[in-house]
T-cell receptor, first 119, second 108 residues
């Protein structure tokens, strides 16, 4: 079956421009996550959507970053007024259910990522 | 709060050497624990998981045992191969945060 897909795979933009990154999760997965992976660094959590609940935005690094999820499926991560330090690989993941309860075991399925380069 | 602390490395081993990558966690309740792997040029994928204390996750010769008494989930493999060269991430289920990642390089 289809996995998590992301587009574009690569994006080069100029400093100050806005960019939109798209994520198509696995059908039926109610939870969706965005992460950022800078060169040589670990995964930095950005935002998490679970069903119709309010998203957990605690990882967004600044108010230039926002994300939405339409119809409980596709998600778009928007970065406004991009800066060079925004250059990274942006990863999306989905899981059958989100983190609720004390003993959830939600394996995440990752997309291939979008490599963003801000010149 | 919940957190994962992972041995950062990088780790360089010769083929057939024994591998241990340490991971400890802090959490309330009963989280599930995961190891994810990122091969060069590929996306992250689940390597193994354990959902309760004393469970052992295993896959591709790798093993990790969920130790509640030591709050650890160390990754081990008895004999590494060049193809195991990758970055390994420890993760906690309901925290959505990952460890810093450990880059493993296996030399022939």
């Amino acid at each position: 079956g289809a996995g998590v897909s992301q587009s574009p795979s690569n994006k080069v933009t100029e400093k100050g421009k806005d960019v939109e990154l798209r994520c198509d999760p696995i059908s039926g997965h109610t939870a969706l996550y965005w992460y950022r992976q800078s060169l040589g660094q670990g995964l930095e959590f950005l935002i998490y959507f679970q069903g119709n609940s309010a998203p957990d935005k605690s990882g967004l690094p600044s108010d230039r970053f926002s994300a939405e999820r339409t119809g409980g499926s596709v998600s778009t991560l928007t970065i406004q007024r991009t800066q060079q330090e925004d250059s990274a690989v942006y990863l999306c993941a989905s899981s059958i259910e989100g983190t609720s309860g004390w003993s959830s075991y939600n394996e995440q399925f990752f997309g291939p990522g979008t490599r963003l380069t801000v010149l | 709060g919940n957190s994962v602390t992972q041995m950062e490395g990088p780790v360089t081993l010769s083929e057939e050497a024994f591998l241990t990558i340490n991971c400890t966690y802090t959490a309330t309740g009963y989280p599930s624990l995961f190891w994810y792997v990122q091969y060069p040029g590929e996306g992250l994928q689940l390597l193994l998981k354990a959902t309760k204390a004393d469970d052992k996750g295993s896959n591709k010769g790798f093993e990790a045992t969920y130790r509640k008494e030591t709050t650890s989930f160390h990754l081990e493999k008895g004999s590494v191969q060049v193809s195991d060269s990758a970055v390994y991430f420890c993760a906690l289920s309901y925290d959505m945060r990952f460890g810093a990642g450990t880059r493993l390089t296996v030399k022939p």
